[in-house]
């Protein structure tokens, strides 16, 4: 069983930043791609940015030069720098592990980021 567990969300003013962390078991964060989502009210659940097991990344165009994601097998962690923070990036958060071997999805619990104009 693959367990995912967020922290890291919370309230921040208009150009603030927060940083996101998804724990996971090394094996997962070492061998899947990883991903965080979010999902606002009324909304689809939609990629933030996601990081393969060869390091690359990929961004929504939303937040190209504003979020950074990054993983540490060895902390068995994943992250999501999120700088200059804007109201519309306001949603829950969740992260992913795509298993590469099954095609299946595990999902975190998410946490909310609220961001005040």
């Known amino acids: 069983q693959v367990q995912l567990v967020e922290s890291g969300g919370g309230l921040v003013q208009a150009g603030g930043s927060l940083r996101l962390s998804c724990s996971a078991s090394?094996?997962?964060?070492?061998?899947?791609?990883m991903g965080w989502y979010r999902q606002a009210p009324g909304q689809q659940r939609d990629l933030v940015a996601a990081?393969?097991?060869?390091?690359?990344?990929n961004y929504a165009d939303s937040v190209k030069g504003r979020f950074t994601i990054s993983r540490d097998s060895a902390k068995k962690t994943v992250w999501l720098q999120m700088n200059s923070l804007q109201p519309e990036d306001t949603a829950v958060y969740y992260c992913?592990?795509?298993?590469?071997?099954?095609?299946?999805?595990?999902w975190g619990q998410g946490t909310q980021v609220t961001v005040s104009s």
């Open positions: 992913n592990a795509h298993i590469r071997w099954t095609g299946y999805d595990y």
């Open positions: 990081i393969t097991r060869g390091d690359s990344t």
């Open positions: 090394a094996t997962i964060l070492s061998e899947h791609t």
